[in-house]
């Protein structure tokens, strides 16, 4: 079935500094993905929308400079954290809609980030 | 209010009862539906998907959705020790457009 593949699962880094996350969708083109952010025990809170080839879509309260979204293709999207701080510690999630050749939405495995 | 609203748990039930998970919501705009399923620092996979009102069965499992009073809710049935996860409910408006989920549900089958 299809897969969105997302990389690292998990990364530890310093504050100030800046991480990528990519998520790959394999056997199937993204045109959309989103991404979402999950604190422990809760729940998954979208980020933001990124759509191939357009500026994503930020939501209310997300800073867009600091969490910059790149989809370049119809196959990857990227979330970059920049000068992270620990309160950017969390779990990121990034999914993708299955239609047309599908029904509902496929999620990356997630990325664990702690700043330190 | 919350656009979805579902009980966090934890709710533990022993092995072969009958689980009952529910989400309430208050956008009517809300047409599909779904339930999720998700391990411990684990991404969400999809258990069910509904549109509009109505039940859809899949093996051990029923969603149910009634719009009219914006109440869904998931079962399982003859629960199993490896069904012991977060359960989340999440909706959207149209087909592909974002979708907001409930804070989930920690469900424990006790063997």
């Known amino acids: 079935g299809a897969v969105v593949s997302q990389h690292p699962s998990w990364v530890i880094c310093k504050s100030g500094t800046s991480v990528k996350i990519e998520c790959r969708s394999l056997d199937f083109q993204a045109t959309t993905m989103f991404w979402y952010r999950q604190f422990p025990k809760q729940s998954l809170m979208l980020m933001a929308t990124?759509?191939?080839?357009?500026?994503?879509?930020?939501e209310q309260g997300v800073e867009k400079d600091k969490f910059l979204i790149n989809h370049a293709s119809l196959t990857l999207s990227t979330l970059t954290v920049t000068s992270a701080h620990p309160e950017d510690s969390s779990f990121y999630i990034c999914?993708?809609?299955?239609?047309?050749?599908?029904?509902?939405?496929?999620f990356g495995s997630g990325t664990r980030l702690t700043v330190v | 209010q919350k656009e979805v609203e579902q009980d966090p748990g934890p709710l533990s039930v022993p092995e072969g009862a009958i689980v009952s998970l529910n989400c309430t919501y208050s956008n009517s705009a809300f047409q599909y539906f779904m339930w999720y399923r998700q391990y411990s620092r684990k991404g969400p996979e999809l258990l069910m998907y509904t549109y509009s009102s109505g039940n859809k069965e899949d093996g051990r499992f029923t969603a149910q959705v009634d719009k009219s009073s914006k109440y869904i809710s998931l079962f399982i049935r003859d629960s199993q020790p490896s069904d012991s996860a977060t359960y989340l409910c999440a909706m959207s408006m149209n087909r592909d457009d974002k979708i907001i989920f409930g804070k989930g549900t920690r469900l424990h089958i006790l063997p």
């Open positions: 999914s993708a809609p299955l239609h047309p050749s599908g029904y509902g939405y496929t």
């Open positions: 990124s759509n191939e080839g357009s500026k994503a879509t930020y």
